[in-house]
């Protein structure tokens, strides 16, 4: 049986709060105010972006297929240029600085929509995966 997003969204949900709350009157109040959120509609626009990024992520067209892990891919090589950034702040101090003043404005100049974007993009990929793995569907 497939399971929808909305319902893996509930069931991990309800995995977190087992784990959370291990007071058993806290955990129902937990589960009730989720369930109740549900009802509102709340997590109904989850699932609605959810299932476009899944769908995206199925496309068998290479550029949308490969988008967000080649993002991510330059996500760490940004991370791990923090190593050779701590070496050259060993030798010269100053260099090290204006490098990190430079990439730091032109991190500011990134408008925040865009941040926004790449939030919910990352979002999607870690919920569509997480999705495909408790499916089964991943490998």
Do not use: C, H
């Amino acid at each position: 049986m497939a399971l929808d997003p909305l319902t893996a969204i509930l069931d991990i949900g309800g995995k977190i709060i087992d784990k959370v709350f291990p007071d058993p009157v806290q955990r129902d109040a937990a589960r009730l105010a989720m369930l109740q959120a549900q009802q509102r509609g709340e997590l109904e626009e989850v699932n609605v972006r959810l299932s476009a990024i899944m769908a995206e992520a199925k496309s068998t067209d290479p550029w949308t297929s490969r988008a967000r892990p080649s993002f991510l891919y330059v996500v760490y090589i940004l991370i791990l240029t923090a190593i050779p950034m701590g070496i050259l702040s060993a030798f010269s101090a100053e260099t090290a600085a204006a490098i990190a003043a430079g990439f730091k404005a032109w991190l500011a100049s990134i408008p925040p929509d865009i941040v926004e974007l790449f939030q919910w993009v990352m979002l999607g990929y870690i919920g569509g995966r997480s999705f495909e793995k408790v499916k089964g569907a991943a490998k």
